[in-house]
């Protein structure tokens, strides 16, 4: 049998989903309308959306050759899908885009003109002259604007732009950096700027941020939270989990609530009220670590219904075997007379933080 030749796509387009089942069709239209000329594929990578997303997806590949998906089960992330789906194709030439018909499609051909001009990467730009947020409320230019001065101050590249999700780049400087991106949350592209080992040359185009017409907005106060701890990881490297870095600074935030609530107490009860004063607090700071754990720390496995319940107990039961670990542990350190208080104490803490941590990734937020 012969083998058929099949030209390569010179350029990939890598599209992340979720419920976004109402504008892929419209997406592969547009665009087909705007790279008529130029040998190119649409790479979907959908996160197992509940709104029919991947089947849209295939009934358009069956009808066009150009298109493909990959269907991603029990993993969820905006940057992760968008590695996946670079990795996957031969193109030497990579897009990254929305699915929701935010980014403005009629720029990729320039775009790819501009990038074979001895450039690494061109990014789709909200914040030069010509370029712009549309219609956004004033909380979200806030969130958009913080982040990237941010970003700005923590890259060594003039970019107007770090926390844009529009972008084009070579599949060799994606080669040469995967192994250092860390996958985490929704901005890939300031990823890729802190993983490369030599600066970038980059451009910047201008672009009109479109009114979303499907799908879930991406920018809220949870991306916010994966953009900063991204940032933090970045900031003290890679063999602390991300996972462990926010569990642990929702735990220092549950200490904040465990005083505001024992305080109150004691000032109207009197110290004769503490253990019930200390009870209290310390079921009321456990039931918020755990509900902003899961809102946060485990979004990608976040429990619902019953689950929640069941979830909280076993949390609940956990952090308590956690707290008898942490003062034994320091107890016993200070007896021994080898270590002071405050280092005894500190020892206590890191044992049941991590003793919480790694027990309740296996217990209450079971992996899918």
């Known amino acids: 049998m012969s083998a058929v030749f099949c030209p390569p796509p010179e ?28 040998a190119w594929e649409i790479i979907f990578v959908d996160d197992d959306s509940p709104d029919g997303t991947a089947e849209q997806v295939r009934e358009l590949a069956r009808q066009n050759a150009r298109v ?40 990729l051909p320039r775009m790819l003109e501009t990038l ?32 990237t001065r941010i970003g700005q101050r923590l890259i ?46 980059f451009r910047e185009l201008p672009f009109i941020f479109r009114q979303r017409i499907a799908g879930t907005s991406k920018l809220e106060s949870a991306v916010l939270w994966e953009y900063l701890l991204m940032l933090t990881q970045r900031l003290i490297g890679t063999r602390i989990p991300l996972r462990f870095i926010a569990f642990s600074l929702i735990g220092g935030l549950g200490v904040a609530v465990h005083m505001a609530v024992l305080w109150p107490i004691l000032h109207l009860l009197g110290s004769t009220a503490f253990l019930l004063g200390q009870a209290t ?10 509900f902003l754990n899961n809102i946060l720390t485990y979004r990608d496995q976040r429990l619902v219904g019953r689950q929640l319940l069941w979830g909280w107990l076993s949390f609940v039961v956990v952090c308590g075997l956690g707290a008898l670990a942490n003062v034994g542990i320091a107890n016993a350190l200070f007896q021994q007379g080898n270590s002071g208080w405050f280092l005894s104490a500190l020892a206590g803490i890191l044992v049941g933080a991590v003793w919480n941590y790694a027990v309740t990734a296996v217990y209450t937020w079971k992996p899918h």
Request: charged residues 20%.
């Open 156 to 201: 060594h590249a003039e970019l107007h732009d770090p926390m844009s999700g529009f972008f084009m780049v070579r599949a060799s400087v994606i080669r040469n950096c995967v192994h250092h991106l860390s996958g985490v949350g929704f901005k890939i592209l300031l990823d890729i700027f802190f993983a490369t080992p030599i600066p970038l040359r």
């Open 116 to 147: 074979k001009n001895e450039y690494d990467i061109v990014i789709g730009s909200r914040y030069i002259d010509g370029g712009g947020v549309g219609e956004w409320n004033t909380r979200r230019q806030w969130m958009s604007r913080l982040a």
């Open 68 to 107: 493909r998906l990959i269907q991603r089960i029990g993993r969820r992330g905006l940057s992760s899908a968008c590695i996946e789906g670079m990795l996957a194709t031969t193109a030497p030439f990579l897009a990254v885009m929305d699915g929701d018909l935010q980014h403005d499609e009629t720029l």
């Open 11 to 38: 350029l990939a387009i890598i599209v992340p989903t979720y419920n976004e089942a109402h504008s892929v069709a419209e997406l592969v239209r547009r665009v087909t309308a705007v790279l008529n000329t130029t």
């Open 281 to 290: 607090a310390t079921l009321v700071s456990m039931t918020s670590n755990f």
